[in-house]
Each structure stands twice: as C-alpha cells, then as structure tokens.
C-alpha cells in the first residue's frame, strides 16, 4: 500500500515554464514533507521541505503548496531551467519519526 | 567530508549467491537506512539502525539482513540472491538531534541478479 501517491509520473517542459508536481498522502499522523531531486547516477539530495503550519514555502525558484485538509502538497518550479532536469520524489513522515515515505517519483524534462 | 560512502558501484550476481553491500559515513549521524529504488516504485526502505546496536525493518524486508557494525558502518547482506532483488540500492544517513533532519544519500549500488 502506497501512503503517498506522487503524480505525474514523468513531465517535459519548456525552459522558463512551471513545473508542477502534486502528492497526496493518507496518513495523518504525517508532519514532515521534503522535496528530493535526484540526477541520473547519483543518490537523491534534499531539495525543499515543509511542515504542515505553513501552506507555503518558497526557497529561490522553487515552492511547496501545502494543503493540510486535502491531504495533498505541491511542488511547483518556476522559469525551469534545463539543469533542472532531474527527477523528483515527494515523502512524507513525523517529525520525530525515523522513517521516510517516498512517492514514486516524477522525471522531469526541460527542453531548451 | 566524504559523506555517505558505498560499495561497489556495480554488481552482477547469479541467482542464489551471496553478497555484501557497505555504506559509511563520516558525518557522525545517528540513523542510517538502507533502501532499494526501483522504477516507479520511489525509494521503499528496507532496513533502518536508528541508533548504533539498533536495527529495524523497514518496508520490504524479506531477503536481506543488515549490520550495524559501528556508528560509521551498516552492511546490507543478500544471503541467497534472486531476480526480484536486481535494483538501486541507497544508503542514508540522518543526524536525529533535535527535530526533523534530512537524510543523506549515498551514489548508490547497482545490482543486477540473473
């Protein structure tokens, strides 16, 4: 069973386009949602997280929408660049948890 | 600082062989994971050491034993291997003090089992 559902699988978009990526999640004992990025050969690297007092948070071109009643969150990049190509996973845990909930990952492509 | 160190880099094994997959830190983490990534699947955790002598399972045990043989080193053993077990494997570790911390990853081991 899948706890967090991370759509779309794989997306391309043009340079200076929005990427958006939405992930939902079931358990609501969750308060911790980072955002990783991953590039082809190498491990993922943490790229944006959020907890669920915010319903935003925006760190350079990136953001995290947060919608706690819906269960969901987003990760949108904005004016995406080609070296943004990579592929990215959502997940999810407690905070004081030590385990991660990984969505199934989105490949991003940003065509020049 | 190295951070999260694994090896190999790459391994072919035929089915029913054994081997060993390492992962090192030197960042003085407490919690170190090992996960296996397959395609659409995201990242699933197989095992986890939240602290050194501790070790717990994580999603998808079954196959594998781990060792956390100090605070720097977590082993994960395949003691008979099987095509179901060709993936990325990643090591992580997270530092644990005082709140939410990110996980560190390793570059990964490919392993193909034929």
């Known amino acids: 069973q899948q706890q967090v559902k991370q759509s779309p699988q794989s997306l391309i978009v043009q340079k200076g386009g929005i990427s958006i990526i939405n992930c939902a999640y079931e358990?609501?004992?969750?308060?911790?949602f980072p955002w990783y990025q991953q590039f082809p050969g190498k491990g993922p690297a943490l790229l944006i997280a959020?907890?669920?007092?915010?319903s935003e948070k925006k760190e350079g071109r990136f953001t995290i929408s947060f919608n706690k009643s819906a269960k969901q969150f987003s990760l949108h990049i904005m004016d995406s660049q080609p070296g943004d190509s990579a592929t990215y996973f959502c997940a999810a845990s407690r905070a004081a948890g030590n385990k991660l909930t990984f969505g199934g990952g989105t490949r991003v492509l940003v065509k020049p | 600082n190295a951070g999260v160190t694994q090896t190999p880099k790459f391994q072919v094994l035929k089915t029913g062989q054994s081997m060993t997959l390492q992962c090192a830190q030197d960042?003085?983490?407490?919690?170190m994971y090992w996960y296996r990534q397959d395609p659409g699947m995201g990242l699933r955790l197989i095992y986890y050491?939240?602290?050194?002598?501790?070790?717990d399972k994580g999603e998808v045990p079954n196959g594998y034993n781990v060792s956390r043989l100090n605070k720097r080193e977590f082993s994960l053993r395949l003691e008979s291997a099987a095509p179901s077990q060709t993936s990325v494997y990643f090591c992580a570790s997270r530092l644990v003090a005082g709140g939410p911390n990110e996980q560190f990853f390793g570059p990964g081991t490919r392993l193909t089992v034929l």
């Open positions: 959020i907890r669920p007092d915010v």
């Open positions: 358990n609501t004992a969750f308060d911790y």
């Open positions: 050491s939240a602290s050194e002598g501790t070790t």
């Open positions: 960042m003085n983490h407490n919690s």
